[in-house]
């Protein structure tokens, strides 16, 4: 007797959109960004709080190891953010990225204690195309990009557009090197 055996990609064949929960779409992509910080904390060996309430910041990421000079732990303050109006693998070597002025400050304040980056992820328009899973691997699109905005000036009414480099994939071995070079008292 042969037992039926499910479509590699789930229950439902792919032709056939799942029926997907009714919360909203930004609510979604949080709770995606969120699960993307966890995967590159879980792979660099770091640690994540949740600051409550949040005040602007969203985590409190540690990474403890022998070589820090100034601490045997450090951490950063992330704050996430997500867009589909980006699109994958953005031209050039910056995308333009706009904040409120007021979270820019929190984000642009120097000197501070400790440093905080912003982390903005990319993902397609439509949910069905945010990942897929297989027997060796979960592919999360589209990608996560890092930047240091200390010191950088308000320049709009409400709100000011920065430049997220491209090089600046956030990933493990990145945030490894940011808390290494934190861990040496530097900046991120």
């Given amino acids: 007797m042969a037992l039926a055996q499910p479509d590699p990609g789930g229950l439902l064949p792919e032709r056939i959109a799942p029926l997907r929960g009714s919360l909203a779409t930004t609510a979604c992509m949080e709770t995606l960004q969120v699960g993307y910080l966890h995967a590159v904390a879980a792979a660099a060996g770091c640690s994540l709080s949740q600051p409550f309430p949040d005040n602007g910041i969203d985590w409190h990421v540690s ?3 022998p070589g820090h000079t100034v601490d045997d732990e450090v951490t950063i303050k992330v704050q996430l953010k997500c867009t589909y109006q980006i699109p994958a693998h953005p031209p050039g070597g910056a995308f333009s990225f706009t904040l409120d002025n007021a979270h820019l400050v929190k984000l642009a304040r120097s ?3 400790v440093h905080k980056i912003l982390v903005v992820m990319l993902v397609p328009r439509t949910q069905d195309e945010w990942l897929r899973a297989g027997h060796d ?3 999360l699109r589209h990608c996560c990009y890092w930047t240091n905005l200390a010191g950088h000036p308000v320049t ?4 000011t557009t920065v430049r997220i480099p491209t090089s600046r994939i956030f990933d493990d071995r990145a945030l490894c090197e940011i808390m290494t070079r ?4 530097g900046r991120p």
């Fill in 63 to 65: 990474h403890g190891a």
């Fill in 111 to 113: 000197p501070v204690s």
């Fill in 137 to 139: 691997r979960l592919d």
């Fill in 156 to 159: 709009g009414r409400r709100r």
């Fill in 182 to 185: 934190v861990g040496a008292g």
